[in-house]
């Protein structure tokens, strides 16, 4: 409670600045008089003194107030930071999040004299730091406070964009703080180190605070890492790609001669090693520069390793995992056919007419034990053509490869049957096209490509291989919702040319997607032949077509209503689902917020519009057959995308495929047979990741900003010296009362007048 005095407010302001007035005047006049006489001034002029004050006091009436109200302090936002950078260590058993912590304890212990909102930022907007009321709280050590609990389980964030953040509370609709303070380590995403302060006070826009700062660490560990992996320029397939890669090496470690290596990882078997070289990161950072070529497109994960010196205390960021998309400048199809027919024709028309596609097309026309083909020496070619250098050196360098009606074994190819399997296994597509040397009349059956194609083939000796009666292809539940047919039904509908016979091949493997099937030919099991199959094997894709009648979208009566487009459109789609096209594709999965060791990791899925049914992603480890998860979620048909957690994985290269089982059109259950072609991304999970890269404090950054709005930068011994906003009062009740009735001040002023009169009759004055 606080006391004060003023005037009764009867007269205005005016009068009582004259009366005030007058009153001094007569006092000046008292001295004048006394001066000049010879009377005993001192008791004359005390008492004229009390006797005009009186007279003041009786015409002002003084009143006392007194005033009851509490003190509020300012607001203050504490910004702390919660990107994964706050757990790298900073002393055995002890972290920049233990740091944050205690500043938050010690701040708090000054709430007396202001409000804190503590906020956490890292990707996006800032978040609430909730404070514990009860139970943990009351458990945790002192030092802790209310919001250390809550910091101690709240999530890292992937990113720490400060500059965000102070957006976000300049723009705030609540009340405005009266200052920031911030903790964090300084490795920030934003503002960079080039001019910090600038960018920050561009950031508070009309906010005119300081910024305190407070530095949770000084000083890097002992730490030898892979800070940053670079493409100079785009991945294009079959092109060397140049990668920049930096070493860094903070603390006192030898790092003189760091090993690197860098390996692609496959979904079977061991990874293969792309190159390798050795950083001299004495200075604290080193560049080297690798070339690589990546032969398939698509997504393509990248290992880059080091061997760190003895004595790391961050062995999870020695092992970066890269995901570079790889695109095609142009599609390299090997085309194989065993004799020139008019299938043989049309598609190789198509391929040459394409200007995106590279085509090597070949027929081969004499067998190696049958020579005689009855003509002069001067009419046969000098030079063989290289076959084995094609298959044995040149293979990788094609994105697919189409067996049109061919027999490997009179030719003295099925020697190389093992390495395109393997060339499928790594990545690679395959595409066998029926016809009379296809697929069992083509001995297939028994040799390491017919693991690889989607539909099984007899190997019996006298297996049926060719059913040449005449039918029309079905489309199966599967083939009318399935994007690699949609420009063809554009064209031609559901209605098929008639075909002339087909090979004759078993039921469709597991994971097939059969889109066209015979009306009336039946599988070993009583499954519906399958006509058109695609399957997924390793790394790569495959392709059955269990005919040769193709050519008749092309030219025949039936292609006449589509004008010989429907051909195209037919084999645009089979090459494009081949080379993993996303036109072609049923579904896209991606990862919003990537991949941590030890965090919830979310997929993405955003299927195409139109698509009702269950969606089911599968999760193997690259490199590994076993399932890690199998996910499952209902689509509406509305296209929009739907998340699913996948839980928490270890470090490595994942495969993420999506299996789309439609529903009938009254809603059932999804029936199995009726499942889509798949769809696959690959994915990396990093212990580290980038907030780990570089595990180097950055405190001249946090100076820097502080000094450009006016704050303090400090440690956290140092938090008690930060300045802090003083508190305001704030009235609450507010009482005015006379301290004495107007007549106690008249009669006040007449004995104080009576005494003055006396005492100057006594001194000799009038």
Not at 18 to 32: D, F, H, P, T
Not at 303 to 323: F, H, L
Request: charged share 20%; net charge negative; hydrophobic share 45%.
């Amino acid at each position: 409670m606080t006391t004060s005095f003023a005037a009764s407010g009867d007269l205005s302001s005016t009068y009582q600045i004259a009366a005030s007035a007058l009153v001094l005047l007569s006092l000046i006049l008292l001295a004048i008089e006394l001066r000049r006489s010879r009377a005993s001034r001192l008791s004359v002029f005390i008492s004229g003194v009390f006797a005009a004050l009186a007279l003041l006091c009786a015409v002002l009436r003084p009143v006392a107030i007194q005033g009851k109200g509490s003190f509020v302090g300012p607001r203050v936002v504490v910004l702390v930071d919660g990107s994964r950078s706050i757990d790298l260590p900073i002393a055995p058993g002890k972290t920049r999040r233990d740091e944050a912590i205690r500043a938050l304890g010690e701040l708090e212990k000054r709430g007396g004299e202001v409000r804190f909102s503590s906020l956490t930022f890292g990707k996006g907007s800032p978040q609430p730091l909730g404070a514990a009321s009860s139970g943990p709280a009351e458990s945790a050590p002192p030092i802790e406070g209310r919001f250390g609990p809550a910091l101690r389980s709240a999530r890292p964030m992937s990113q720490s964009d400060l500059a965000s953040a102070i957006e976000a509370v300049s723009r705030a609709a609540d009340e405005r703080p009266a200052a920031i303070v911030i903790l964090s380590d300084g490795r920030l995403d934003r503002p960079s180190d080039v001019q910090p302060g600038e960018t920050i006070k561009a950031s508070l826009g009309t906010l005119d605070v300081p910024l305190h700062t407070v530095a949770l660490a000084t000083e890097a560990p002992q730490d030898a890492s892979v800070r940053l992996v670079r493409a100079a320029g785009a991945a294009v397939a079959h092109q060397p790609l140049s990668l920049r890669v930096e070493i860094g090496c903070a603390g006192k470690m030898d790092c003189t001669s760091v090993p690197v290596s860098l390996r692609e990882l496959r979904e079977a078997g061991e990874p293969t090693a792309l190159a390798s070289g050795r950083a001299n990161a004495s200075s604290g950072a080193a560049t080297l520069e690798f070339e690589v070529t990546l032969d398939r497109a698509g997504v393509r994960i990248i290992e880059v390793a080091i061997q760190a010196p003895a004595g790391d205390a961050v062995p999870d960021n020695d092992t970066r995992y890269v995901a570079i998309d790889v695109a095609r400048d142009r599609v390299r199809v090997l085309h194989v056919a065993g004799r020139p027919t008019y299938d043989v024709r049309a598609l190789r028309m198509w391929l040459k007419s394409d200007a995106s596609v590279d085509v090597v097309a070949f027929f081969i026309l004499r067998e190696m034990v049958a020579d005689d083909v009855v003509a002069p020496p001067d009419e046969l070619a000098l030079i063989p053509f290289p076959v084995d250098e094609l298959f044995n050196q040149h293979l990788p360098s094609f994105d697919a490869v189409v067996l049109q009606d061919f027999n490997a074994d009179p030719y003295g190819l099925s020697k190389h049957l093992k390495s395109l399997a393997r060339y499928v296994d790594k990545g690679g597509g395959l595409i066998m096209v029926g016809g009379p040397e296809a697929f069992v009349p083509g001995n297939y059956a028994s040799t390491p490509l017919a693991s690889v194609l989607p539909v099984a083939l007899d190997g019996a000796p006298k297996a049926e291989g060719v059913d040449m009666a005449s039918f029309v292809p079905r489309l199966t539940d599967a083939g009318r919702v399935a994007p690699v047919l949609g420009p063809l039904h554009e064209l031609i509908g559901e209605e098929w040319p008639e075909m002339a016979g087909a090979n004759v091949v078993g039921d469709a493997r597991s994971g097939t997607t059969v889109l066209l099937e015979h009306p009336t030919r039946r599988t070993p099991s009583g499954a519906a032949m399958p006509i058109l199959a695609l399957g997924e094997y390793g790394s790569g894709r495959t392709i059955s077509l269990a005919v040769d009648g193709s050519h008749r979208l092309l030219f025949s009566s039936f292609a006449e209503n589509s004008a010989g487009r429907a051909h195209g459109a037919f084999w645009d789609g089979l090459l494009g689902w081949l080379m993993r096209d996303p036109r072609f594709e049923p579904a896209v999965v991606e990862l919003p917020d990537g991949c941590l060791v030890g965090e919830e990791t979310t997929l993405s899925l955003r299927p195409l519009p139109g698509q009702k049914g269950d969606a089911k992603i599968i999760i193997r480890k690259l490199g590994s057959p076993d399932i890690v998860r199998t996910l499952s979620a209902p689509l509406d048909g509305q296209g929009l995308p739907v998340e699913m957690k996948a839980g928490k994985l270890e470090a490595g290269g994942y495969s993420a495929t999506v299996e789309i089982t439609p529903r009938d059109e009254a809603g059932g259950e999804p029936d199995e047979a009726r499942r889509g072609p798949t769809t696959r991304r690959d994915f990396a999970c990093e212990r580290g990741g980038d907030e780990w890269a570089d595990t180097r404090p950055d405190p001249e950054r946090l100076q820097l900003m502080a000094a450009a709005t006016g704050g303090r930068a400090v440690t956290v011994d140092e938090i008690g010296s930060v300045p802090l906003p003083s508190a305001t009062q704030i009235a609450i009740e507010r009482r005015v009362s006379p301290i004495m009735p107007p007549w106690g001040w008249t009669l006040a002023a007449a004995l104080f007048c009576g005494a003055h009169w006396v005492i100057r009759r006594r001194g000799g004055l009038s």
